[in-house]
């Protein structure tokens, strides 16, 4: 068989586990390859003693890499959006395929990357940037081919899914269980990306691009962390029929389009709701398949070599292929790309999950319905607990019927601002997944 040679750009823990796969399974990947994958060399700052790379040529210089003649496809795995963006650039001016990890950088500069792809004739693969060793991207691009894809919703960042998780299991407080899951690896000693939603909106607007057929627009996905959830908010939840989960949403609504990422309430039964620990999920919604879920490790190193791997061998297999016959970056023709407006959050029609603590005396709560009715909001249902007799509040949680965020929050502004409500009004959007 004839030989691909690739380069690969970081030897962290995905650029280990790429080593070690392909060492470990050669015989079946270079059998569906119908080639022999051969790692020609390796950039990177400092060897990595999880792999073997001794028969390997090793090079400090990332650069060298991209401009080896005898390398076909550059593998990105340094991560960030500065030097990595540099080196898939340059790979790409010197004709090398390219296979990335790298989500920030393909939802902030992949409009910049593929243009640059498609003048020079090579192909950028980015499977393995969302949802681990999940080959969500692939199924979107072909296996839903036939589909116009309607909504998509996924768990698609483990951190966040892990302490959620955690909180409702064993009533923890949302700092506790963040300190463990830095503890264990699996949040960073800054967990701003993943307990903020930047993260998961970097995926979100990926898949988003791929199931509407839009350019990549990071700036636009509404971005909402979980660091405001409390262990009360997960336990009424659980009492109301819901869990709480971080999710990336992309809907169609007409001619524009939702995108959007936060906490969101869904029906207990629901099986996106019984995704629990780092795993994550994706549920796609097409015209003509109707509902499918692709379940799996969203993370670590050999699930995400699995998804690098994977790009590896496609790429391989149309090496010689006219360009135009590849499948293209974001599974539409670029020169069809649709123009969806993205709708700015307080357009966003959904229910809600409202939580207050209100002074404990008669007519409070006839004025906050009120309040909500004359908003044009409806209430599905109430909990207001008993008290004891020395308690001056008392807590009370709505569910509200779907209605337009700019519409509850208007009234939400007038709850607050009532003299018998003390402290924060707090609203999660509540999603029934159908």
């Known amino acids: 068989m004839k030989s691909v040679k690739i380069g690969i750009c970081g030897l962290g823990t995905v650029g280990s586990g790429t080593v070690n796969v392909l060492s470990r399974n050669a015989s079946e990947i270079n059998s569906r390859a119908g080639c022999n994958i051969i790692i020609e060399q390796i950039g990177a700052r400092r060897d990595n003693p999880n792999c073997d790379t001794s028969q390997i040529s090793i090079t400090r210089d990332i650069f060298d890499v991209v401009v080896n003649p005898d390398i076909d496809i550059v593998v990105e795995?340094?991560?960030?959006?500065?030097?990595?963006?540099?080196?898939?650039l340059k790979a790409i001016a010197n004709g090398k395929h390219v296979v990335t990890a790298n989500k920030a950088l393909i939802a902030e500069h992949g409009n910049e990357i593929f243009k640059a792809a498609k003048e020079k004739g090579v192909t950028v693969a980015f499977e393995a940037g969302i949802a681990g060793g999940i080959p969500i991207i692939k199924s979107i691009k072909e296996g839903l081919a036939a589909n116009k894809i309607e909504w998509l919703a996924g768990i698609i960042n483990g951190t966040g899914n892990f302490i959620l998780t955690e909180m409702r299991d064993k009533g923890r407080a949302f700092e506790d269980v963040l300190k463990e899951a830095q503890e264990l690896?699996?949040?960073?000693?800054?967990?701003?990306?993943?307990?903020?939603g930047i993260?998961?909106?970097?995926k979100l607007v990926i898949l988003a691009s791929i199931a509407f057929g839009i350019p990549l627009?990071?700036?636009?996905?509404?971005?909402?962390g979980i660091t405001k959830i409390t262990?009360?908010?997960v336990a009424y939840a659980q009492e109301l029929g819901y869990r709480i989960k971080h999710l990336g949403i992309a809907r169609r609504v007409g001619n524009s389009a939702e995108l959007r990422v936060?906490?969101?309430?869904?029906?207990?039964e629901r099986l996106l709701a019984n995704v629990d620990g780092v795993m994550n999920a994706v549920l796609v919604q097409g015209d003509a398949v109707g509902p499918t879920l692709y379940y799996g490790a969203g993370a670590g190193d050999e699930p995400t070599a699995s998804a690098v791997i994977a790009d590896v061998v496609d790429l391989a297999r149309t090496l010689t292929a006219d360009p135009e016959h590849?499948?293209?970056?974001?599974?539409?023709?670029?020169?069809l790309l649709n123009d969806l407006e993205i709708l700015p959050i307080t357009e966003t029609e959904t229910s809600y999950y409202i939580r207050l603590s209100a002074v404990d005396k008669p007519g409070v709560l006839s004025t906050i319905t009120q309040i909500l009715s004359d908003a044009g909001v409806s209430i599905e249902a109430l909990i207001q607990k008993e008290q004891p007799e020395s308690a001056e509040t008392a807590p009370v949680i709505l569910l509200t019927n779907r209605t337009i965020e700019k519409d509850l929050m208007k009234a939400?502004?007038?709850?607050?601002?009532l003299p018998s409500v003390v402290g924060d009004v707090r609203h999660i959007r509540v999603e029934s997944l159908k």
């Not at 993260?199 to 970097?202: G, L, N, Q, V």
């Open 77 to 88: 795995l340094i991560g960030g959006t500065t030097v990595a963006k540099e080196l898939v």
């Open 185 to 196: 690896g699996y949040a960073e000693a800054d967990p701003t990306f993943d307990v903020e």
């Open 199 to 202: 993260d998961a909106a970097h």
């Open 217 to 224: 627009q990071f700036d636009k996905v509404f971005t909402e």
């Open 231 to 233: 262990e009360e908010d």
């Open 262 to 268: 936060h906490p969101t309430m869904i029906p207990k």
């Open 326 to 335: 590849r499948v293209p970056h974001l599974g539409f023709q670029p020169d």
């Open 412 to 417: 939400v502004e007038k709850i607050q601002s």
